[in-house]
């Protein structure tokens, strides 16, 4: 008998449901899972927060798609023809996305299939997932580092500025938005720095935990520093953190980065998974 298929909106009551259903890849789906356990499936507008469409086969959650209130797709599917039909009626429902990230083969076929009904597309971008686990890690302390605390606050955001304002452009990123992200990154105890020649020249982050894994962000050197060893520092002390919980270390950067494969892989980060990102106008 074919399989009776329905989409529809999760209701809060169902954030074990979806949980459930993304615990099968805490690795892929960290970061929906980690707004799901600080939030539910509650969406008061709030970032992190937003509508979640499941899809139903014989009444068993099998796949879902977020659109956030910042207008960002996020999706688990176990094949191409589910985040088609799960797209179709986002889209249907006006939740047009403004960014959409997900497994380069998924992301492949979406974009071929329906990027016109997505909205104009302004880029793709190549990445790659690396992971770390326990056994792979070669740690390097070729500068001192340290954990950033409140009194570092205004260098920390200096160099968050920095990496905005490349990732961006000078426009694209606001000021007090990204202090007060800096400020909850120190407050939590989630960001290192290496300080050169009396200031802050490079730092990681850890972006999101969840059970088991931990993802590392907000790599940003000055220019001037670069190439001489302070972002393998600084990702070395947080790796080396977050492995000793027990839990392993992932990441997402340019596939096409050399420099910043390199400097991964020289920690032992390895390729999990192809990925891309495609970016629509807002």
């Known amino acids: 008998m074919k399989d009776v298929m329905k989409i529809r909106l999760l209701a809060p009551s169902e954030t074990r449901l979806a949980l459930n259903l993304l615990g099968g890849d805490p690795v892929l789906n960290q970061g929906l899972i980690h707004n799901i356990v600080k939030s539910g499936l509650n969406n008061l507008g709030l970032i992190g927060q937003g509508s979640y469409l499941g899809l ?46 997900g497994e380069a083969r998924l ?108 993802s590392l962000g907000g790599v940003f050197t000055l220019a001037a520093y670069r190439g001489r060893g302070y972002a393998a520092s600084a990702c070395s002390l947080l790796c080396s953190d977050i492995l000793a919980s027990g839990a392993g270390v992932t990441l997402n950067t340019d596939a096409h980065n050399l420099p910043a494969l390199a400097l991964y892989r020289s920690l032992g980060f390895h390729k999990h998974r192809d990925y891309k990102v495609a970016v629509f106008n807002a």
């Open 56 to 101: 139903f086969a014989d009444g068993d959650l099998v796949a879902l798609l977020c659109h956030d209130n910042q207008g960002i797709w996020r999706f688990h599917v176990n094949q191409p023809a589910e985040l088609l039909e799960l797209a179709d009626a986002a889209l249907r429902q006006g939740m047009r996305p403004v960014l959409v990230m």
């Open 107 to 214: 992301m492949e076929d979406l974009l071929t299939a329906m990027a016109r009904e997505m909205g104009y597309l302004k880029l793709v971008e190549d990445e790659v997932m690396l992971l770390l686990a326990g056994p792979d890690f070669r740690p390097r302390q070729d500068r001192e580092s340290r954990y950033a605390v409140s009194d570092d606050l205004e260098q920390v955001a200096a160099l968050e500025e920095g990496l905005q304002r490349e990732l961006l452009g000078p426009d694209g990123w606001r000021k007090a938005a990204v202090r007060r992200y800096a400020a909850e990154l120190i407050q939590k105890r989630d960001t290192v720095f290496c300080e050169a020649d009396g200031r802050a020249v490079s730092k990681a982050d850890l972006e999101v935990r969840i059970t088991g894994v931990a």
